[in-house]
């Protein structure tokens, strides 16, 4: 049993059931790389002020640089038994370093010492999350740029709308995945200041050297304020937020792919790898993963409520309950790591089924916008123009008719500035082309799109 760090004070061992209720190690073990590169930062600036000798510091370094070293393989033990990862590492600290581990706790607290850990950790995961979300960025720039000749049908209200470009519908997920790298890389940037000298609440009377620390472990600046340095997760609260939002993304994107891979849709067919079957209907291609990623998404905003919910009632500076901010970080971390991996995997295994995408295009209520466009070039007003089509609709799309089919004299009848030269434009190519504004969904402006965004990601 790894001995506590606060024993003395107390007269009697705490109940087992205490120990277990308290205990962090099964979650913060995670930590223990940050913790020992925080602990040697620290241990090299006591020496180097001479708050402890230079040789006990030295073997408090060899001593961390050896259980590091254990870490970083998958060599080290952890134990079950110590109440904290900073516990676990003191006590192999004093078996490896002797005596001169005692004085590594000189000058600090667990209070810091845990926001320094997870500061640490967090910078780290968000170069990971930039990473992998660029490389899901490649993922779907990839399969747009494949099918940039294919038009798909887009919806509002899951009802047909107008006609768009399978590759505009994609470079909409790249806009927000860009805007989730751009929050988590704020987050980093407001996170990036080193808390360690805190140490419980009120800093200490030690010479010590922050601003040293600082620049060994590579943060930005030192904390200025050491009772918010230990009492706020803000920084934790502020990931967890981005990396919500991000899932928000992720989820509405599988519900697409869900949506567009049933036979009412049949947009596109996924690999049999990313889907499974059914143990009572054989002919069952089921997109499962996806589903998955859509019900994971929950537990995800979960992680977000449930800190904020522990945070919102505690005084300054800190409290025990902070503890419980690691598992749903941990959680939320671990869940979109796997969910980003996934959708990078699964966009090479997606085929688009264009004959039965080309059949819906023949839906003429697709180009009614288009229609009403074309007699405001003509002089009339939106309402003129909106009140025409929605007749035209009403006597022939509602009626199983299409306007294409209609002849001169009963355009005529609807508006003298219908010529034959509208029925041009009925048509997906014709429609989409006609939507030339900025950000339109138009084929030359959409090359332009995947060309730029190409750039980028190189």
Known sequence: MTKKLWGT??????????????????FDQRLAKYDILGSIAHAKMLGKQGIIPKKDAARIVKGLSSILGDVKVG????????????????????????????KLHTARSRNDQIALDVKMYLKEEIDNFTDLITELEKAILKFAKNNS??????????????????????????????????????????????????????????????????????????????????????????????????SVHLSRLAEDLIIWSTREFNFIDIDFSFCTGSSIMPHKKNPDVLELIRGSVGKIQGDLSSVLI???????????????????????????????????????????????IALRLADESLFSVDIVEYLIKKGLSYREAHDIVGKMVRDCLDEGRKISNLSNHELKRYSPKLNPDVKSILNAWASVNLKSSFGGTSPNLIAKQLKRWDKLLK
């Open 75 to 102: 060599r080290f033990k952890f134990d079950p038994q110590a109440e904290d990862i900073h516990s676990n590492i003191q006590d192999l600290l004093a078996k490896k370093a002797g005596e001169a581990a005692h």
């Open 9 to 26: 004070r107390f007269a009697r061992k705490t109940n087992a059931l205490t120990d277990k209720f308290t205990s962090s190690i099964s």
């Open 149 to 246: 000749k294919v038009i798909i049908p887009g919806y509002t209200h899951l009802q047909v709308a107008q006609c768009v470009l399978l590759s505009h519908h994609m470079l909409a997920y790249m806009e927000g995945l860009e805007r989730d790298k751009a929050r988590l890389s704020d987050a980093k940037e407001r996170l990036d200041q080193m808390p360690l000298g805190s140490c419980a609440l009120s800093g200490t009377g030690l010479a010590i050297n922050r601003a040293y620390v600082t620049r060994e472990l590579g943060f930005k600046k030192a904390t200025e304020n050491s009772i918010d340095s230990v009492s706020d997760r803000d920084f934790i609260i502020e990931t967890l937020a981005d990396l919500a939002i991000l």
């Open 310 to 356: 522990m945070m919102k009632g505690l005084p300054l500076s800190y409290n025990r309950d902070m503890q419980l901010d690691k598992p749903p970080l941990f959680d939320a971390i671990d869940t979109v790591k796997d969910i980003l991996e996934i959708f990078i995997a699964l966009f090479g295994n997606i085929i688009v089924e264009k004959e039965a």
